[in-house]
């Protein structure tokens, strides 16, 4: 729990996945994917309250098998395709007598953020008086890279200045973000229907746990990851000191992977 303010944690996981079909409950190293969110989000020291908004009854009875308060059903009118992430936290907070200075928006998505990413953003969002701390990862290609292609493929570099020529360790340093942590002031959300905008804040978060699960190639990446992590756990509690893998070749990959669509609806 904060000094000054209550946080509110919520999980979106609606039912009717397209990309990966039934993902926020398949079995995800050993636990629904869910679950790996609802830890994190129990193990954080500042969240005070955390909560599932869906529609889909499978999900609702796995989110409870773990813990996880479930207040309410999501309406079928927000749990379509044209349906906001905004819509969403504002019906949640609607549906809670309840208010609260903070709401922490946690996609079940990112499996591998941990309380401490949850923890640090919620703590950023205070100390720097913001209106929201996201969570982002260096981007793995430079945007100073990409181009447009115009009338017979003809280039145009996306980013204003043309700095296609310098060395990697030249260009100026890009994030992006990867969908884990969104801390928004409630009041601020309410009155401005975003999660971010000019004055907001940004908690890094590294590679190998940055994934937004959107795909099956996505969904056996963080598999692979979080098996290793478990593996460093054990490790550490057999040796009495945590031990990390050396990167194996699925980690290495990661590190030039960049997410897709790091903020889907949920």
Same mark, same amino acid.
């Given at each position: 729990?904060?000094?000054?303010?209550?946080?509110?944690?919520?999980?979106?996981?609606?039912?009717?996945?397209?990309?990966?079909?039934?993902?926020?409950?398949?079995?995800?190293?050993?636990?629904?994917?869910?679950?790996?969110? #609802?830890?994190?989000?129990?193990?954080?020291?500042?969240?005070?309250?955390?909560?599932?908004?869906?529609?889909?009854?499978?999900? #609702? &009875?796995?989110?409870?098998?773990?813990?996880?308060?479930?207040?309410?059903?999501?309406? &079928?009118?927000?749990?379509?395709?044209?349906?906001?992430?905004? /819509?969403?936290?504002?019906?949640?907070? /609607?549906?809670?007598?309840?208010?609260?200075?903070?709401?922490?928006?946690?996609?079940?998505?990112?499996?591998?953020?941990?309380?401490?990413?949850?923890?640090?953003? #919620?703590?950023?969002?205070?100390?720097?008086?913001?209106?929201?701390?996201?969570?982002?990862?260096?981007?793995?290609?430079?945007?100073?890279?990409?181009?447009?292609?115009?009338?017979?493929?003809?280039?145009?570099?996306?980013?204003?200045?043309?700095?296609?020529?310098?060395?990697?360790?030249?260009?100026?340093?890009?994030?992006?973000?990867?969908?884990?942590?969104?801390?928004?002031?409630?009041?601020?959300?309410? &009155?401005?229907?975003?999660?971010?905008?000019?004055?907001?804040?940004?908690?890094?978060?590294?590679?190998?746990?940055?994934?937004?699960?959107?795909?099956?190639? /996505?969904?056996?990446?963080?598999?692979?990851?979080?098996? &290793?992590?478990?593996?460093?756990?054990?490790?550490?509690?057999?040796?009495?000191?945590?031990?990390?893998?050396?990167?194996?070749?699925?980690?290495?990959?990661?590190?030039?992977?960049?997410?897709?669509?790091?903020?889907?609806?949920?």
């Amino acid at each position: 729990m904060l000094d000054n303010g209550s946080v509110l944690a919520v999980i979106p996981a609606r039912g009717g996945s397209k990309g990966l079909p039934g993902k926020n409950i398949l079995d995800l190293a050993g636990k629904p994917m869910i679950a790996w969110t #609802i830890e994190a989000a129990q193990e954080s020291n500042f969240v005070d309250r955390l909560i599932l908004s869906s529609d889909d009854e499978n999900i #609702i &009875e796995v989110a409870k098998e773990w813990n996880c308060e479930v207040p309410f059903i999501r309406p &079928e009118s927000l749990a379509g395709d044209t349906a906001t992430s905004i /819509d969403v936290a504002i019906h949640a907070l /609607d549906s809670l007598t309840q208010q609260y200075e903070y709401i922490v928006w946690l996609q079940p998505t990112a499996p591998l953020r941990l309380a401490e990413d949850i923890d640090h953003a #919620i703590k950023i969002c205070q100390t720097q008086n913001a209106p929201s701390c996201v969570s982002v990862v260096a981007a793995g290609k430079s945007p100073y890279w990409m181009y447009s292609l115009g009338k017979e493929n003809a280039m145009q570099p996306i980013m204003p200045q043309d700095l296609s020529s310098c060395q990697r360790q030249e260009l100026p340093k890009a994030y992006t973000l990867n969908g884990a942590v969104y801390v928004t002031k409630t009041q601020w959300l309410r &009155e401005h229907k975003k999660f971010m905008n000019g004055g907001s804040y940004a908690h890094i978060m590294p590679p190998e746990r940055s994934i937004d699960i959107d795909s099956e190639l /996505d969904f056996k990446i963080a598999g692979m990851l979080l098996l &290793e992590r478990k593996l460093a756990l054990l490790t550490s509690q057999d040796t009495g000191q945590i031990n990390i893998p050396a990167p194996d070749p699925v980690t290495a990959f990661f590190h030039h992977f960049t997410p897709t669509q790091p903020f889907p609806l949920d």
